[in-house]
């Protein structure tokens, strides 16, 4: 190799080697603001939470920031919303478990098809509240547990109400 080769080749390595120190530090730059970024649900849910002092206890759950986000969720995403009604059926997001958890806040939705809860679905916040997960319960028993206690709660909704008798 000549001279001249050598040091065009060193100066190619030098270019290549900068370009690609600059990618990687945009990569890990971006992931880093990435992972600081709190999810604003939460982040409102819980200002008012601290804030209010008289929120009734209903208010407390969790389910408002997990319905608020898979509504959004699924109003930008239509094509997966058909997609999930047909495959499961449609969440019930007015109707949820009670909050699970201290630091990770979790909660379960109904799924509903023709009136009936076939499945159900876990919503899982992190401590940092920068990273949530929805899944379908696969569990058996779980699974069995959630669906019969939303289907007694449907159950009693539609009871009418007794009467009481005059005397």
Not at 74 to 102: H, R
């Amino acid at each position: 190799m000549t001279k001249k080769n050598k040091i065009n080749f060193l100066v190619l390595l030098g270019f290549l080697f900068l370009i690609f120190s600059c990618r990687t530090d945009e990569i890990t730059n971006s992931q880093e603001r990435l992972a600081r970024e709190k999810i604003g649900a939460f982040v409102n849910f819980e200002k008012n939470l601290q804030s209010a002092k008289n929120f009734r206890t209903s208010q407390k759950s969790y389910s408002y920031p997990f319905a608020e986000l898979i509504y959004n969720f699924l109003e930008k995403n239509k094509d997966f919303e058909n997609d999930l009604s047909q495959k499961y059926g449609d969440i019930d997001l007015n109707v949820a478990s009670q909050t699970f958890g201290d630091d990770e806040k979790a909660v379960v939705f109904p799924i509903l098809k023709n009136g009936k809860v076939i499945e159900a679905i876990a919503c899982h916040v992190n401590e940092e509240r920068d990273y949530v997960k929805f899944r379908i319960i696969n569990d058996k028993d779980m699974k069995a547990t959630f669906v019969l206690t939303f289907q007694n709660y449907y159950n009693k909704k539609k009871q009418p109400k007794k009467l009481l008798k005059e005397t």
